[in-house]
């Protein structure tokens, strides 16, 4: 098979994947992996796909921001479900902190609907204070600039109130969880809001479905060293690789 013919092969099995492996391709298009890595090379200079350990991704522009409608509609079963795993990790008296994800939004949700008592939260997202509006749940918004597009606030201001606190909890949502980069998002202004929640935070957790798996964005807010408590998923991919995960966290899964 001619080098041009295989590259084409390969970009065919990208788009019906997130995610192709090396060993993968060697095997389907009876090419060496030493083959297949230089035909990822050089696609990945071309632009059209990205290296990630073992394999390649599509090329997502790492900096694109996505908006709040966007996101609030992908993927709403799952997220839901990842909420509710994460309502059992909160006890009456908690102090949490809620980042403006649209994965916290669904706990939001659930934390008003529930029956837990004297619960605090603290968050930078307007659409949290105003679904708590009314509700026995205490909100202390972080203040700072606001970011139109994912409806949150961010910057200097809101990151010194959150340099001034200590909470139980965070939960956190990412865009991509890549083993060897760590956790991201398309912009570093919700990268350092991220970053000074975990930092103020006793146990730490991440919401996020399978889809984030093996995606990087340009903005890493948190390595795989630990930072990272649990991982709350929907399942892992088959093509994704658990090892790797469970060493950024603890995972645990909605259907367990």
Same mark, same amino acid.
């Given at each position: 098979?001619?080098?041009?013919e295989r590259k084409r092969k390969i970009m065919d099995m990208l788009e019906k994947s997130r995610i192709v492996k090396v060993a993968e391709l060697s095997?389907?298009?009876?090419?060496?992996?030493?083959t297949i890595r230089r035909d990822?090379?050089? =696609?990945?200079?071309?632009?059209?796909?990205? %290296? +990630?350990?073992?394999?390649?991704?599509?090329?997502?522009?790492? /900096?694109r921001d996505f908006n709040y409608s966007e996101l609030s509609v992908l993927r709403i079963v799952e997220k839901k479900r990842i909420a509710a795993r994460a309502l059992?990790?909160?006890?009456?008296?908690?102090?949490?902190?809620?980042?403006s994800s649209t994965t916290t939004f669904e706990l939001g949700r659930l934390i008003r609907e529930s029956a837990l008592k004297d619960?605090?939260?603290?968050?930078?997202?307007?659409? =949290?204070?105003?679904?708590?509006?009314?509700? %026995? +749940?205490?909100?202390?918004?972080?203040?700072?600039?606001?970011? /139109?597009g994912m409806n949150y606030a961010a910057g200097a201001i809101a990151e010194q109130?959150?340099?001034g606190i200590r909470v139980?909890?965070?939960?956190?949502g990412t865009n991509g969880i890549d083993p060897s980069y760590g956790y991201s998002v398309p912009n570093f202004r919700d990268a350092a809001i991220k970053k000074a929640m975990l930092r103020a935070s006793k146990q730490t957790f991440i919401l996020a479905d399978h889809s984030k798996f093996g995606e990087a964005y340009m903005a890493r807010f948190a390595d795989c060293n630990g930072e990272i408590d649990y991982l709350i998923?929907?399942?892992?991919?088959?093509?994704?690789?658990?090892t790797e995960l469970e060493s950024c966290a603890s995972v645990i899964l909605t259907d367990k």
């Open positions: 098979m001619l080098a041009e095997r389907a298009l009876d090419a060496t992996e030493a990822l090379e050089e =696609l990945q200079k071309q632009d059209k796909l990205r %290296r +990630v350990h073992g394999g390649a991704v599509p090329n997502n522009k790492m /900096s059992e990790y909160i006890h009456d008296s908690d102090t949490i902190l809620l980042d619960i605090s939260v603290i968050t930078n997202s307007f659409n =949290l204070t105003g679904l708590f509006s009314g509700s %026995r +749940v205490r909100v202390i918004h972080t203040g700072g600039e606001l970011f /139109s109130m959150l340099s139980d909890k965070c939960f956190l998923t929907d399942y892992i991919p088959d093509d994704a690789d658990r």
